[in-house]
């Protein structure tokens, strides 16, 4: 089973460089932001299947605090969207 674990572990990490892509080209900021919460989630699974391959039971506090800090970032992006008036929204790159 343990094999199993660090198999998904690795096309987890995988999925995380497509999202790298999306980062990097995205047409919008809410792209960018979706692909930075595809990170945190990934990260998330990442951590607790290598934790439960290696039989480390510290990983589940990291995953909680990489979930908690995935919650404040997309938080945190919203409020400064709302800022930004509509009409400059579509200016930007």
């Keep these: 089973m343990t094999d199993f674990y660090l198999a ?3 096309f987890l990490l ?3 460089l497509l999202g790298l892509w999306r ?3 995205g ?4 792209d960018r932001m979706m692909a930075a919460q595809l ?4 990260g998330l699974a990442t951590v607790l299947l290598l934790g439960a391959a290696s039989d ?3 990983a589940v506090d990291i995953a909680l605090t990489f979930a908690l ?3 404040l970032s997309s938080v945190a992006f919203v409020r400064c969207a709302r800022r930004i008036p ?6 930007r790159p």
């Design 8 to 10: 998904v572990a690795a």
């Design 69 to 71: 800090l995935a919650a």
């Design 86 to 91: 509509p009409a400059e929204r579509k200016r």
């Design 23 to 25: 980062v990097l080209r």
């Design 56 to 58: 480390q039971g510290a």
């Design 14 to 16: 995988l999925t995380i």
């Design 39 to 42: 990170f945190g989630t990934t």
């Design 27 to 30: 047409p919008a900021p809410a």
